[in-house]
Antibody, heavy 122, light 110 residues
Framework: QVQLVQSGAEVKKPGASVKVSCKAS????????IHWVRQAPGRGPEWMGI????????TYAQKFQGRVTMTRDTSTSTVYMDMSSLTSDDTAFYYCARDRNQLLPKYYFEYWGQGTLVTVSS | QSVLTQPPSVSAAPGQKVTISCSGSSSNIGNNYVSWYLQLPGTAPKLLIYDNNQRPSGIPDRFSGSKSGTSATLGITGLQTGDEADYYC???????????FGGGTKVTVL
């Protein structure tokens, strides 16, 4: 069965960086794009970007460009989301989500990780 | 302020039907497929509908989706207490070059 297992909760100070991992299993890692979606407490989800597991090419939402980097390690079937210059507004659950469509993403988030709570506080 | 507009809440008695609207524009819903998600408290969202009206395996046919112009609708029939959750619509927005979500609708079973 498809599983996405994320790293544990993080507490960071303003200005710091955080790196969240997402380990995939149960399918061919290079066949499906992975998205990152965040959700602040009491708010709706917010799409952050997408990574192609084959070549590692990425597309980021304009809001996060320059502050977010998504990478992948095909040897461990793991994707990473690195965010810098954190502020309190970045306090949220961060989810990785696998696209439903094989090889060509259609921006349907079919399988989700359990979420990683990132808290930014001084 | 979300790009896609949903009503904050809807409610109905068990066994009844509810519909949730999702309003967008020509840069998103008007020219793209829509998906819908259910989110129970403390859990990740779950895909309910894709391609406007298709259900993934395991999703009961009590859930249905439709799209017309720049709006989409999720319908839930035979409402059950387990359907109490937050529901979100989503699509791609050409102008923003980003995936976008609605603000969410809380379904309450009276």
């Amino acid at each position: 069965q498809v599983q996405l297992v994320q790293s544990g909760a993080e507490v960071k100070k303003p200005g710091a960086s955080v790196k969240v991992s997402c380990k995939a299993s149960g399918y061919t890692f290079t066949d499906y794009f992975i998205h990152w979606v965040r959700q602040a407490p009491g708010r709706g989800p917010e799409w952050m970007g997408i990574i192609n597991p084959i070549g590692g090419d990425t597309t980021y939402a304009q809001k996060f460009q320059g502050r977010v980097t998504m990478t992948r390690d095909t040897s461990t079937s793991t994707v990473y989301m690195d965010m810098s210059s954190l502020t309190s507004d970045d306090t949220a659950f961060y989810y990785c989500a696998r696209d439903r469509n094989q090889l060509l993403p259609k921006y349907y988030f079919e399988y989700w990780g359990q979420g990683t709570l990132v808290t930014v506080s001084s | 302020q979300s790009v896609l507009t949903q009503p904050p809440s809807v409610s109905a008695a068990p066994g009844q039907k509810v519909t949730i609207s999702c309003s967008g524009s020509s840069s998103n819903i008007g020219n793209n497929y829509v998906s819908w998600y259910l989110q129970l408290p403390g859990t990740a969202p779950k895909l309910l509908i894709y391609d406007n009206n298709q259900r993934p395996s395991g999703i009961p046919d009590r859930f249905s989706g439709s799209k017309s112009g720049t709006s989409a609708t999720l319908g839930i029939t035979g409402l059950q207490t387990g359907d109490e959750a937050d529901y979100y619509c989503a699509t791609w927005d050409f102008s923003l070059s980003a995936g976008v979500f609605g603000g969410g609708t809380k379904v309450t079973v009276l």
